[in-house]
Structures are given as C-alpha cells and as structure tokens.
C-alpha cells in the first residue's frame, strides 16, 4: 500500500514551515547565536506558576467546561474591557482555547466553505495561508510594503475584495515586521470593510507589547465588533509560551460555531493552564500588569540596540512599534532571503528567518528576534557586520 498517496492534496501542497529549516539545521551546529525564536525569554511569573502546582496539589486534574472556566472567562472579559474598551460577556462570548493558534483555526473552520477566499496581509505569521488552506479556502494575499511601514492599507485591501472574500486576518501588532495599525489606520481599513458583510480575525496575541502608544482593536471601532473575532492568549505577554493558552471573543453566533468545533476536536484546554491564566490576571489587577510592563522595557531597550546596530553596520532597517521583532532589509547584498540566511548561518553563525518564510512581499528582508540578551544581540550584529564586509 502506497501510504503517501493518500494523504490530502490540501495537505501535500502545503511547504513545510519556512522557520524550521534554519533552526533545524543550526540545532547541529555549535556556536550558533539564534535571533530567530519567537518567544520571550523571561519565565513565566513564579506566583502563575505556583498556583499551577497548587491546583495539581489539590487534585484538579479534570475537564472544565468546553468553554473553559468561568472564573477565567470573566478575568478575560474584566481583562479586555480595562486594557482594550472591549466589552464581552463571558457566558457566550469568550472561547478558551490550547493557545491562539487553535483559537484562528477554529475561527477560519467556523466560517469558510470551499471556494471562499481569505484575504491575509503579507507578509505576516506562517501560520495563516495553510490555516486556509486545510479549512478549504483560497488564502489570497494582500501586499503591505516599507514605504507604509508595513501597514494594511484601504487601498490595497479595496483592490483585493471580491464576491468571494468571506474574512481578512489582521494581524497587528504584525509578526515578522513588529508594524503596528493606529486608530486612524484601522477607522480607514474599517470604512472599506463596512461596505461588505467580511468578517475579521483580529490576532491581538502582541496587543501588550507596543512601543509609544497604546494598542487599539479594530473591535472597538463603531460597528466592527459584530463582525469581529478578537483572538489573544497568554504566550507573549505573560512569558507562558509553553502553557498554551489563547482564547477568542466574539459574536455570540461565532463563538458558538467555534465551540462546537472545539468541543469535538480538543474538548477543553488543561485546567492547570487555565488556573495559572486566572492567577497571572489577578496579578496583573493587583498590580497594575508590572510584570507585563517590566518586560515591555526591556524589549523597548533590545529594539533600540538592535535597530541602531542594524543600521550602523548597513542595513536598512524600519523601526518597529510592536511586538519584538525587527525586519531589516538585505537587498544591498543581491542575495534573496533564503541564500543570505543559509550562508550567515554557515559563514557566522547566526542564524535568522528568511522574509519569505512569512509571505512573497518578505523577500529581501529578514527577521529577527529581539526577545535575547543584549549581549546576545550585539554579537549578532557584530557577527552580521563581519559578513556583509565579506560579500559587499
């Protein structure tokens, strides 16, 4: 029996993510400065983690709700309308799910029958086009370019609607370029949508980690939050990369379609995550998120190092306003992404993500990850400097 011919076309035409062939490879090699992980490298607060263990202690050990606990449920609503003025009810409008990444799947499934199209800003996180792809759907990209600092824009989203489009992915704070959307950009992106019936996904997992200002969701815009889903976890904010945790909130409608996914797919998220969730919010009451706001300094002080050692040893290099990545250009050097990653990783090892591992438009960029050390950071650099004076 010919094993392989049976796994799904859908599947099959799917690549490999784009991330992991470096990290694979740089796993076998000693030496290597990595900037390409996109997770904090702070530990999860110790307080989350011992009411973690405390639950295990006390033997809670089975299922919650197919909606998650209440009790966290209500800290996710009290927790959006304090940090974002989004108002949810927690009793069918609050999903809790293994991570935001099961939260967009489910959302895409919940939505999308084939032959409906999905418009995605590009470039932007790896995950969304095969999510559309293995829910059925045609994911069509819409460019977003460094002379918009990498921000949707109504005219590009306008050229790329049709009868088709059922949703747009939006993306901000944005992963790889860290480009954010203001109150004015979204108000604009929001005039194009109110004209159509397009649901939006709104991935909001970097809405804690901006620089300047305030983050906004297109949710709270005048008539945007009926046809939005706000997706959000715990990964990047609370340094619980591991504990995956997100959830989802929304229409009462849509979160019903997810549950009912969810229900039969995952059933719950573990009730030790969860618990560790309800006490990292209670925390964060208490304390006003100092924990939160600690770490968004130090990664305010890794991007301004890596940003300025970006471009003092040549490069361009857009600043970013979210999240904690940078996304300089190397079209100086001729190379395409892939190429320039491959031989600095041999030549220097470092080793960084190629731009179009997150989308056509990447090309000629590569991102990399300011969640390291600063010592870490400015060997990078420096290591990076050494090899552009060896092929410029």
Known sequence: ???????????????????????????????????????????????????????LEKGMTYYTSNW????????????????????????NEILVTVGASEAIDLALRAI???????????PSYVAYMPCVRFAGAKAVAVECRPEDEFR????????????????????????????????EDLEAIAQVLRRTDIIVISDEI??????????????????????????????????MTGWRLGYAAGHPALIGAMVKIHQYTTLCAPIMAQVAAIEALRKGFEDGFASVEYMVKQYNMRRKVMVNGFREIGLECYEPKGAFYVFPSIKKTGMTSEEFCEKLLLDQKVAVVPGTAF?????????????YSIDNINEAIKRIGNFLKKIL
């Open 206 to 239: 970097y809405a804690e980690l901006t620089y300047g200002q305030r983050h906004v969701s297109i949710a709270s815009l005048p008539d945007m939050k009926e046809r939005t889903v706000v997706i959000n976890g715990f990964s990047k904010a609370f340094a």
């Open 68 to 91: 998650g606990m209440p009790e966290l449920r209500k800290a996710i609503s009290c927790y959006l309308s304090r940090r974002f003025g989004l108002e949810y009810n927690p009793k």
């Open 359 to 371: 989308g056509a438009s990447g090309e000629g960029f590569i991102r990399c990850s300011y969640a």
């Open 152 to 183: 949707l824009t109504p005219d590009k989203l306008e050229q790329k609607i049709t009868p088709k489009t059922k949703a747009l992915i939006l993306p901000y704070p944005n992963n790889p370029t860290g480009a954010i959307m203001t109150m």
């Open 1 to 55: 029996m010919n094993v392989e011919s049976k796994i799904a076309e859908r599947v099959k035409e799917v690549p490999p993510s784009g991330i992991r062939k470096f990290f694979d490879i740089a796993s076998e090699m000693e030496g290597v400065i990595s900037l390409g992980v996109g997770e904090p490298d702070f530990v999860t607060p110790w307080n989350v983690r011992e009411a973690c263990i405390y639950s």
């Open 112 to 122: 999308l029958n084939p032959d409906d199209e999905v418009l995605i800003p590009d």
